[in-house]
């Protein structure tokens, strides 16, 4: 069974940082394309980044230079670094493989 962990999430003042993880099935994971994605209250999920099996990262717009995308493969464990938080990046965050989903992490960004 694959199973997606989401960890990490929280309320952060603008311009604060926050680091997400998403833990993955044992052994599979690491061969594959890892993305995550958001979903803000009342939008479409949206697409925020993704990293290939070999560590080759992608970026929405949105969030290039402030968000940054690793993998450690040894841990099973994507990671997604966000600093420079703004108010719109409030939304659950999910990270996806192979077509399965975590439960996702609420992230806040408040004063």
């Known amino acids: 069974q694959v199973q997606l962990v989401e960890s990490g999430g929280g309320l952060v003042q603008p311009g604060g940082s926050l680091r997400l993880s998403c833990v993955g099935s044992r052994g599979i994971f690491r061969l594959f394309a890892v993305g995550w994605y958001r979903q803000a209250p009342g939008k479409e999920r949206e697409w925020v980044a993704s990293i290939t099996s070999t560590g080759s990262a992608h970026y929405d717009d949105s969030v290039k230079g402030r968000f940054t995308i690793s993998r450690d493969n040894a841990k099973d464990t994507v990671y997604l670094q966000m600093d420079s938080l703004k108010p719109e990046d409030t939304a659950v965050y999910y990270c996806?493989?192979?077509?399965?989903w975590g439960q996702g992490t609420q992230v806040t960004v408040s004063s």
């Open positions: 996806q493989f192979s077509g399965n």
